[in-house]
């Protein structure tokens, strides 16, 4: 089993009607007891991309450069999906 919390901070900036990019920076751990306890912490940095359909539904696209401190290694991540504002 493991535990992975990430928090991510992005600013986000309007190009043109409902199309947004964003860069995106951060912080990420990993805790894991199937591995002998292994733990890492790490930085996050990358960007996004946002279609607004609605004030209220949009369709993203982001990517990360995670680089790993503690015990060093780098990982990318690509994620997309559809996201509900409240």
Not at 24 to 52: C, H, W
Request: avoid cysteine; proline fraction near 3%; charge should be neutral.
């Amino acid at each position: 089993t493991y535990f992975a919390p990430a928090v991510d901070f992005h600013y986000v900036i309007n190009l043109v009607a409902g199309l947004d990019i964003y860069p995106i920076v951060g912080v990420n751990g990993y805790i894991s007891t199937a591995k002998g306890d292994a733990f890492n912490l790490g930085l996050d940095l990358g960007g996004g991309l946002q279609y607004r359909f609605t004030d209220k539904f949009s369709l993203f696209a982001e990517g990360k450069y995670r680089y790993m401190i503690i015990n060093p290694g780098k990982h990318y991540q690509g994620i997309f999906g559809f996201a509900y504002a409240l």
